[in-house]
């Protein structure tokens, strides 16, 4: 697998053979675009038309929402949602090399604005200046902040910019609240202090810190994670101690560890993996999900809202906004570790949570059939602004909590189709695999919509093919754009696994479970 280490002949050589695989699949995507084209003459889609009934109602009063993020499948999401209750919807985003975004093309949005983007050089300044002067200039009433990993503390500088020289609120956690939640030692930090169940966790900055607590607690096992974040080394899922005290030293001696690089060395707890995704307005929890995370982060499917881990998940989230004792408002996504216990009553669950994502998570696209609930939830912000002449909010009281109601299962399809029907096929053919599995099985594909289709099309032609030219004139490697693959900036599916297949037909085996974890791709799914 090749990474920031690798010579840089392989990565143009990997760069050049996805370019072509993309040329390759051209004829596909442009007739999928232009047989959308075709049926949509014929079929009218829900969205435009649910959204002219509510426009014609003489007592609904649109509001301006702007969206950040619509490159990335939750932000057009959440754009195509607003859009299909009746608003009017403005999105933006960065645009690296200048290469468009995918999502400034949806007919769910009346403009499209590009950002500058946070840099050493510049700092966040450009930045939070665009988004005041679009707020200011659209006359914006909502802002919906669905900022990357990259982005997270610079959003909650502008969102205290913009609440402070506008009227337009904005659905993101100040300054303070996303350093403390963004960061994974301040995170579990700040759990511990609301006195929450925690898994053991250690900040450390030197290799002896390491080996300190390594020997501190031998009948455990740890896992070590960058606190900050770095591509090259967020698959290693090493356990350590290792089987040698050799062994444990080589493996520490290769982390970049120090002062400017801490990391965290987090218990490990075998269990099963969970994330969730919830709206809080002003205290107080208003959509929420839960999903399990599979070894690929290809496919989301809600748990049922009424199940005992669901409602446990939703009771963990409800718990640490309460004790926080803060007005918090914003996205707020959790990742839990499920561990069993048997007790004398039987087995008992217990919830790990282990990191925090202050900010929205792509299961807000299990949401997609249900606009107008959504859309009131987050508008809820507006309204408890709006004082009545007893001196009470108005909408103050509280909103049964939006849960997903028959949410289809999304995947992704470039994922799937390599993985799931090029790859089997490959292997029986090297007499590697069995009929059985040549198989797939029909599921919604995810980021495409018969009435907002052209996205999709360049998401899996133009954008990846562009932003790989970029990358080798800028002399950059393939792990830059592997964060915009983890954003679902882009989606390099069919012919980044059609790589790997031509790879493995030589003999080159990648381990796609490490590259999975690697660059923790996840699905762009439907808006």
């Known amino acids: 697998m090749l990474d920031g280490s690798s010579p840089w002949h392989l990565h143009f050589a990997q760069n050049a053979a996805l370019i072509l695989a993309s040329i390759l699949f051209l004829p596909l995507s442009t007739f999928v675009l232009f047989s959308s084209y075709a049926l949509n003459l014929v079929l009218d889609s829900d969205a435009p038309r649910k959204r002219r009934r509510i426009r014609s109602s003489p007592t609904f009063v649109?509001?301006?929402?702007?969206?950040?993020?619509?490159?990335?499948?939750?932000?057009?999401?959440?754009?195509?949602?607003?859009?299909?209750?009746?608003?009017?919807?403005?999105?933006?985003?960065f645009e690296p090399y200048g290469v468009p975004a995918c999502g400034r093309y949806s007919r769910s949005l009346n403009r499209y604005y590009r950002l500058p983007k946070p840099d050493d050089e510049n700092g966040s300044a450009p930045y939070v200046h665009t988004l005041l002067r679009v707020v200011k200039?659209?006359?914006?009433?909502?802002?919906?902040?669905?900022?990357?990993?990259?982005?997270?503390?610079?959003?909650?500088?502008?969102?205290?910019?913009?609440?402070?020289?506008?009227?337009?609120?904005?659905?993101?956690?100040?300054?303070a609240t996303t350093s403390t939640l963004h960061e994974k030692n301040t995170f579990i930090e700040e759990t511990q202090r609301l006195g929450l169940p925690v898994p053991e966790t250690h900040h450390v900055t030197s290799r002896d810190a390491v080996h300190k607590v390594l020997h501190q607690t031998k009948r455990k096992s740890f896992i070590m994670k960058s606190v900050g974040v770095d591509d090259a080394v967020r698959g290693d899922m090493t356990l350590l101690p290792r089987r040698t005290v050799s062994q444990t030293y080589d493996h520490v001696a290769r982390i970049p560890i120090s002062n400017e690089k801490p990391w965290v060395l987090q218990q490990y707890i075998k269990g099963k993996e969970y994330c969730t995704h919830s709206l809080v307005i002003n205290g107080e929890v208003k959509v929420f999900v839960a999903c399990p995370s599979a070894e690929l982060l290809m496919h989301y499917e809600a748990l049922p809202s009424d199940s005992a881990l669901s409602r446990a998940m939703l009771a963990f989230t409800r718990e640490f906004v309460d004790r926080s004792g803060k007005n918090?408002?914003?996205?707020?996504?959790?990742?839990?570790?499920?561990?069993?216990?048997?007790?004398?009553?039987?087995?008992?669950?217990?919830?790990?949570?282990?990191?925090?994502?202050?900010r929205a998570h792509t299961a807000v696209a299990l949401f997609a059939r249900q606009g107008q609930e959504m859309a009131k939830a987050y508008l809820s912000l507006l309204k408890a602004d709006m004082i009545n002449g007893n001196g009470h909010a108005l909408g103050a009281a509280e909103e049964p909590i939006v849960l997903p109601l028959k949410p289809a299962k999304y995947y992704w399809v470039g994922h799937d189709l390599v993985n799931l029907v090029l790859l089997p096929v490959l292997r029986l053919v090297l007499?590697?695999?069995?009929?059985?599995?040549?198989?797939?099985?029909?599921?919604?594909?995810?980021?495409?919509?018969?009435?907002?289709?052209?996205?999709?099309?360049?998401?899996?032609?133009?954008?990846?093919?562009?932003?790989?030219?970029?990358?080798?004139?800028?002399?950059?490697?393939?792990?830059?754009?592997?964060?915009?693959?983890?954003?679902?900036?882009?989606?390099?599916?069919?012919?980044?696994?059609?790589?790997?297949?031509?790879?493995?037909?030589?003999?080159?085996?990648?381990?796609?479970?490490?590259?999975?974890?690697?660059?923790?791709?996840?699905?762009?799914?439907?808006?």
């Not at 702007?66 to 985003?93: N, P, Q, S, W």
């Open 62 to 93: 649109p509001e301006t929402v702007l969206v950040t993020g619509v490159g990335m499948t939750k932000g057009l999401a959440l754009a195509r949602l607003f859009y299909e209750a009746g608003h009017d919807v403005i999105g933006a985003d």
């Open 328 to 358: 918090m408002t914003g996205h707020l996504s959790f990742d839990f570790l499920v561990d069993e216990n048997v007790t004398e009553k039987g087995a008992e669950l217990v919830l790990n949570p282990i990191e925090c994502n202050p």
């Open 137 to 175: 200039q659209d006359k914006v009433d909502l802002w919906v902040s669905c900022s990357g990993v990259a982005s997270a503390v610079e959003d909650g500088q502008a969102k205290e910019v913009i609440e402070r020289r506008s009227s337009c609120r904005a659905i993101q956690f100040d300054v």
């Open 431 to 527: 007499g590697q695999a069995q009929l059985s599995e040549v198989r797939s099985s029909y599921q919604r594909r995810s980021g495409f919509l018969m009435c907002d289709r052209l996205g999709f099309s360049l998401r899996w032609f133009k954008t990846p093919r562009s932003l790989f030219v970029m990358d080798e004139v800028q002399g950059s490697r393939t792990e830059a754009l592997c964060r915009s693959i983890h954003s679902n900036k882009l989606g390099p599916g069919v012919y980044g696994y059609v790589f790997i297949a031509l790879c493995e037909a030589r003999g080159q085996m990648f381990d796609l479970r490490l590259l999975a974890y690697k660059y923790e791709m996840q699905p762009p799914v439907p808006r």
